[in-house]
């Protein structure tokens, strides 16, 4: 035991190293792509001021961005000021020479005989910065009241002519000299003159302001007039022998011709991009270290997904260089996996390719995005070819999500619509439906390579049409009817808990197939006589426990897949032969039998799916014994989790990953299964009871025909003397009428006697 248990630590440890190595070769492959493409220095030295040593032609049509900025900014910067009125200019500063001339008017009327109005003049606070001379505030004293008013509107009135016609910063000594001539030509004398334009240039500030809105849509316009300058393809833009100038270096990197950048930036991109690298893989380390369903991934499932990551990335590689993203199968990695390993490690992943793929083509949101929708859907949909019939559907389907994939991509980046959108859409919807179609023609090549079960060849082998089923099904059909209840409830289990159903099913279909050699040995395809009531307990546990090695010899001979053919050496495992192993104890004493006799000689299942069918075999054979005798499903239930339970305590469970929560889940599968075969019935009552009901049911309808023929004659009498009290009625109304009559007809007759005597 204690070899067995250092062999088993040595395998795992083996697994584990293997699958530590592939992720480690996979980080340094794509670290040396991702540097080797994205990151890089200059391709040729090249730089400002030397001298060009060849003729560097473009390679496809190109915007010569620089000379186009360049255009656009020199028509831009025509464009002159634009000013627009600041009406409040106008009013502030009319409002302070209204205000400079109250307050000297004020000061007048308040001007004591012995005060001197000058002196007055210079204590007060004026509204605007101004220093009045003696003259002009004589003059000004001499004015009366109204011609004061008069002159300081005559200020204003200048003040509103120059702002009527506009003035800016730049006119302001224009104003100035717009002002003096205003004021010379009035009236007034000339100290007043003088001292309405002291006050009025005091007060001006420029209304026109730059209209700053208005600049910048002339100049949006006149940069919109300028058309893109184009380098065309096979066009001579550097001519061997002239010199790089810096306009012409961009020129050159914009065209991809020469590298982008300096040697320590494109370092500072390397280290980078090595940095997101390794978080990314770190992230997906840890998945395969920590995950419960992420570490059962077998070895020969870690070198698939290895290599289709290998391919992929290649793809990615290789054809960066293309005229279209979309004619890179981005796809092709979650497509593969989801084929070949699962469809939820697939999606998982998918998001961690696109990652790389945005990493290689210069942090491009675009392919991004687009690597990862396609992805997901691919993973999706392409387990839908599990009928081959499905497979043009499927591809058109995933050309339809590129279609619109690239269409979305295109209206949310802004890009302009042209004749290359179309070509982009249909190169994308090409590429879509041929990763769908190799990756369903690779199959045979995977399956022949890494011996994997993929959907459709796990239907294949569980077609009733099968040679060994059909072998099965003839010369033991209790046991084929066994496998297919097994299957049932495998497959249903497994679903459950996220395992593959269609291996568990093609696994339940053959676990019994050893029984083809002695199938009258087995309780389900005997019809009367049990041969083991001849044999001793010994020789019917050895028939019993080697049907499992003649199970293998038979896969063998019909070459099964390795992974089916595990389910028949595990579906029993170790496991003790108990009917026979407690007979023998019974017949030769305890002591005289070895417990290790009546085990089988196979192994304890490796995966969650074969586990599942051992316990499905065990739990279905018990579970119809039980059911058939005529207990319910509740005591039934009961016992199936003692069966398991047994199962787990001898250790039969140990490698198969299984979880005691998932262990419930497969329970509530398998009762719901059962629920649905065995679900109560209602039962048929006996012919004498029929009988029994049938004569009830006459003697009832002969009770209530009596009654009714009575209350129909009760009826008709009742109807009967009716008739009679009518007509009896009549009668009498008739002999009434009568005597009335007669009594008239006395009395009228009395009368006339009367009147003839009178």
């Known amino acids: 035991m204690a070899d067995l248990t250092k062999e088993k630590r040595n395998e795992t440890g083996f697994k584990e190293y293997q699958k530590w190595v592939l992720l480690g070769v996979a980080f340094l492959v794509s670290v040396i792509m991702v540097c080797s493409s994205a990151y890089q220095t200059d391709l040729e030295a090249v730089e400002v001021g030397s001298v060009a040593t060849k003729d560097y032609i473009a390679q496809e049509d190109t915007i010569d961005e620089a000379a186009t900025e360049k255009l656009r900014t020199a028509a831009a910067n ?67 009241r109204y011609n004061q008013i008069v002159f300081g509107e005559n200020c204003v009135d200048v003040l509103h002519q120059i702002y009527s016609e506009g003035l800016s910063a730049d006119e302001l000594e224009e104003g100035k000299d717009t002002a003096y001539i205003a004021l010379s030509q009035t009236s007034w004398s000339d100290s007043l003159q003088d001292m309405g334009y002291v006050i009025v240039v005091a007060a001006m500030e420029p209304n026109l302001v730059l209209d700053e809105e208005a600049m910048e849509l002339a100049k949006e316009e006149k940069r919109n007039e300028v058309d893109d300058v184009q380098i065309l393809k096979n066009q001579k833009v550097l001519g061997e022998g002239e010199i790089v100038t810096e306009e012409m270096y961009e020129k050159l990197v914009t065209l991809g011709l020469v590298g982008s950048g300096s040697l320590e930036t494109n370092l500072n991109l390397m280290v ?9 893989f770190g992230a997906v380390f840890l998945f395969f270290r920590w995950h419960p ?51 939820r490690l697939a999606i998982l992943l998918n998001g961690f390719f696109a990652f790389l793929a945005c990493l290689m083509f210069y942090g491009n949101l675009e392919i991004l995005l687009y690597t990862f929708v396609l992805g997901a859907f691919g993973a999706i949909i392409i387990q839908k070819t599990k009928k081959r019939s499905n497979i043009m559907a499927v591809a058109l389907a995933m050309a339809m999500v590129s279609v619109i994939t690239t269409l979305a991509l295109h209206l949310f980046f802004g890009t302009s619509i042209d004749g290359s959108l179309l070509v982009k859409v249909a190169c994308g919807a090409f590429t879509s439906m041929m990763v769908v179609i190799v990756a369903m023609g690779s199959l045979p090549f995977w399956e022949t390579t890494f011996e994997i079960n993929t959907p459709l060849r796990l239907a294949e082998l569980t077609n009733p049409n099968n040679e060994l089923l059909k072998r099965l099904m003839i010369e033991a059909p209790g046991t084929y009817h066994h496998c297919l209840l097994v299957a049932n409830l495998a497959e249903t289990a497994v679903y459950e808990i996220g395992g593959n159903g269609a291996l568990a099913r093609a696994g339940a279909y053959y676990h019994d197939v050893g029984k083809l050699k002695y199938p009258m040995f087995f309780a389900e395809n005997q019809s009367g006589h049990n041969p083991h009531d001849d044999m001793s307990p010994l020789e019917s546990a050895h028939i019993i426990t080697r049907h499992t090695k003649n199970g293998m010899e038979l896969a063998k001979e019909y070459k099964l897949p390795t992974a089916v053919s595990a389910f028949i050496e ?189």
């Not at 000297?104 to 001379?133: G, K």
């Not at 980078?272 to 990314?280: P, R």
């Not at 290998?310 to 979309?326: C, E, K, P, R």
């Open 78 to 144: 025509s464009v002159g000021p634009i000013y627009k009125i600041d009406s409040v200019v106008e009013q502030t500063t009319t409002q302070q020479v209204n205000d400079v001339f109250e307050s000297l008017r004020n000061a007048l009327l308040t001007l004591e005989e012995e005060e001197v109005f000058y002196d007055v003049v210079q204590e007060i606070s004026l509204a605007l910065p101004i220093t009045l001379e003696s003259r002009h505030l004589a003059a000004f004293e001499t004015l009366s």
């Open 570 to 758: 595990e579906h029993h495992g170790t496991s003790l032969v108990k009917y026979f192993y407690f007979k023998a104890m019974k017949e030769y004493g305890a002591e005289n039998v070895d417990e290790m006799d009546y085990r089988y000689m196979g192994r304890i299942p490796k995966g969650r799916e074969s586990a599942v069918v051992m316990l499905a075999d065990v739990v279905e054979a018990a579970m119809r014994a039980m059911l058939g005798s005529g207990k319910t499903l509740a005591e039934a239930e009961v016992a199936m989790k003692g069966l398991i339970k047994d199962k787990m305590d001898d250790g039969q469970l140990d490698d198969s990953n299984l979880t005691l929560s998932e262990i419930q889940v497969i329970q509530a599968a398998f009762m719901k299964v059962f629920h649905g075969m065995y679900h109560e019935r209602v039962s048929y009552p006996k012919q004498e009871e029929v009988d029994q009901v049938k004569q009830e049911a006459r003697a009832k309808i002969q009770a209530e025909k009596e009654v009714e023929a009575a209350q129909k004659a009760e009826e008709a009498r009742k109807a009967e003397e009716a008739k009679k009290e009518e007509e009896a009625k009549k009668e009498a109304e008739t002999v009434e009428e009568t005597q009335e009559t007669v009594a008239e007809t006395t009395e009228e007759t009395k009368v006339e006697t009367n009147d003839d005597t009178h």
């Open 272 to 280: 980078g991009g090595f940095m997101l690298l390794a978080l990314a």
């Open 293 to 343: 369903k992420g570490g059962v991934l077998e070895p020969k499932e870690m070198s698939i997904l290895f290599v289709c990551y290998s391919i992929g990335l290649l793809f990615l590689w290789a054809m960066q260089s293309v005229a279209y993203y979309t004619l890179i199968p981005v796809s092709i990695f979650a497509v593969l996996v989801s084929l070949l390993i699962g469809r």
